[in-house]
């Protein structure tokens, strides 16, 4: 007895539309949560950033006595920048890569009177104020 073996090896026009059809399905369900949050994660990760920057702050601190001043900028945390003041153990390494800048690729707003500071992000409109997206982000509000 013959056996008819199938030769093709296609798919059939079901199992296409089914595939298709879960795809679909999928891109319904998911897509709303995925699209959007792209100013939510900027802003959650300007955040961190600016968490991040208070650390190497607090390090500077403990090696000068005193935190960079807003004419010293945060560029006094990078390797070589922090050459201004007197030091007991100043990082030769410095205590930033590089000098940071938001996910809006914007510069951090760093001031300081040596004694106190406050790093903000501007949000996504650079500039001061704002809701939403153009939010700032402040290091005293987080």
């Known amino acids: 007895m013959k056996t008819k073996r199938r030769l093709d090896g296609g798919f059939t026009l079901i199992e296409i539309m089914v595939v298709v059809f879960i795809l679909g399905l999928l891109v319904t369900l998911v897509a709303p949560k995925i699209i959007g949050r792209t100013d939510q994660a900027r802003a959650t990760k300007a955040a961190a950033d600016i968490k991040g920057i208070e650390e190497a702050l607090h390090l ?61 992000s501007m949000g996504a409109d650079g500039a001061e104020g704002g809701d939403a997206k153009n939010a700032d982000i402040d290091s005293r509000d987080l």
């Open 60 to 120: 500077y601190k403990l090696d000068m006595g005193h935190y960079p001043t807003s004419a010293q900028g945060l560029a006094a945390l990078v390797a070589g920048g922090a050459t201004t003041g007197v030091g007991r153990n100043v990082n030769p390494e410095g205590y930033l890569e590089k000098v940071p800048v938001d996910p809006w690729g914007n510069p951090y707003l760093y001031v300081s009177d040596g004694q106190n500071f406050v790093i903000k």
